[in-house]
């Protein structure tokens, strides 16, 4: 009895170790690790997906956000030789394109002469350069200042002819070649004395920048503009720009050159932030800028476009 109950405990033992280490139960155990590896991948790869997922999605939302943020503006050669930033020297001419388009006789234009005089009926000016000045005249009364007037305004090519065969080039330069081409330059006066002299020169000197004007040719620059001084000619060039020529002590030839190595400025003036760049221009041109600004574009009559965004 004693037997049978060894062997009977022998062949129990013998199962048992089968259950777990026979063929049957290597399989399943190679069943689940490879269930087990089965789901480890299938969870990399998607989480891997929503990674490259999520990445392709913010890309392409960042270029959608991008493009909504940015207007395309086509700019062509014209516009070079076009605006209130021209350079017109002896090497830069005035084109026929470039001549302000609101040309007005002052003398027929009442409501613009109002506080100053002109020397004759004849003088003509762009008409929104002259409500400028209007401003400006105003502004000087305001410092007891009120003796002005305008012996110079716009010429066209052929009176600007007449005037250099009649002064020679001592004292005219030839059509075309002359700032009063364009209709954005004035000869300002005094009925009182010379302006270098006049207390209209000395307040024009330090406030005309304020309304957009410019002293054109300075005394202490004649080597640059290649013009002997002339305190009594001025030029429209607009805000912020003659701000920046003020603080700078630049002409307009230091100005766009100054603009053409920089390529961009950032300013302030009287608590407005500007942003002026500077684009070359070859046949036409798509230029990307910010989105809900407010921008103007100028010429510089030479190679490219002067672009001021508030």
């Given at each position: 009895?004693?037997k049978w109950?060894f062997?009977v405990?022998?062949?129990?033992?013998?199962?048992?170790?089968f259950?777990?280490f026979?063929p049957?139960?290597?399989?399943e155990?190679?069943?689940?690790n490879?269930?087990r590896?089965?789901?480890?991948?299938?969870?990399?790869?998607?989480e891997?997906n929503t990674?490259s997922?999520?990445g392709?999605?913010?890309?392409s939302?960042t270029?959608k956000?991008?493009?909504?943020?940015t207007?395309?503006?086509?700019?062509?050669?014209?516009q070079v030789?076009?605006?209130?930033?021209?350079?017109?020297?002896k090497?830069?001419?005035?084109?026929?394109?470039?001549?302000?388009a609101?040309i007005?006789?002052?003398f027929e234009?009442?409501d613009?002469?109002?506080?100053y005089g002109?020397?004759d009926?004849n003088?003509?000016l762009?008409k929104?350069v002259?409500q400028?000045?209007l401003?400006?005249?105003?502004?000087a009364k305001?410092?007891?200042?009120?003796?002005f007037?305008?012996?110079s305004?716009?010429?066209?090519?052929?009176?600007?002819?007449g005037l250099y065969?009649?002064?020679?080039?001592d004292y005219?330069?030839?059509a075309?070649y002359s700032e009063h081409?364009?209709?954005l330059s004035?000869?300002i006066?005094?009925?009182?004395?010379?302006?270098?002299?006049?207390?209209?020169?000395?307040?024009?000197?330090?406030n005309?920048?304020?309304h957009?004007f410019?002293l054109?040719?300075p005394e202490d620059?004649t080597?640059?503009?290649g013009?002997?001084y002339?305190?009594w000619?001025?030029?429209y060039?607009g805000?912020p720009h003659?701000?920046?020529m003020?603080?700078?002590?630049f002409?307009l030839e230091?100005?766009v050159?100054f603009?053409?190595d920089n390529q961009?400025?950032l300013?302030?003036?009287?608590?407005?932030y500007y942003e002026?760049t500077?684009?070359p221009?070859?046949?036409d041109t798509a230029?990307?800028?910010?989105a809900?600004?407010?921008?103007?574009?100028s010429g510089?009559n030479?190679?490219g476009?002067?672009?001021t965004?508030?």
């Open positions: 009895m004693k109950g062997f405990m022998i062949i129990l033992l013998l199962g048992v170790g259950r777990y026979g049957s139960s290597q399989q155990n190679k069943l689940m490879e269930q590896l089965v789901r480890g991948e299938t969870a990399t790869n998607s891997s990674g997922n999520t392709s999605n913010t890309e939302n270029n956000n991008s493009a909504a943020n207007v395309s503006i086509d700019i062509t050669e014209d030789y076009q605006g209130d930033l021209l350079l017109v020297n090497e830069y001419p005035v084109r026929e394109e470039s001549v302000k609101d007005v006789n002052l234009q009442k613009l002469v109002q506080g002109l020397l009926t003088i003509r762009s929104s002259a400028t000045f401003k400006m005249i105003e502004d305001g410092d007891k200042v009120n003796n007037l305008i012996s305004g716009y010429r066209d090519f052929e009176e600007q002819d065969q009649q002064k020679g080039s005219a330069l030839p075309g081409n364009l209709g004035l000869d006066g005094s009925t009182e004395a010379e302006m270098s002299t006049a207390s209209e020169g000395k307040w024009l000197k330090e005309a920048w304020k957009g410019i054109r040719y620059k080597a640059i503009t013009i002997q002339e305190p000619h001025f030029r060039v805000m003659s701000a920046i003020q603080e700078r002590g002409t230091e100005y050159d603009l053409r961009s400025l300013t302030e003036v009287d608590g407005k002026v500077y684009h221009v070859s046949d230029i990307e800028l910010p809900g600004r407010k921008y103007e574009i510089n030479i190679d476009v002067i672009i965004m508030e």
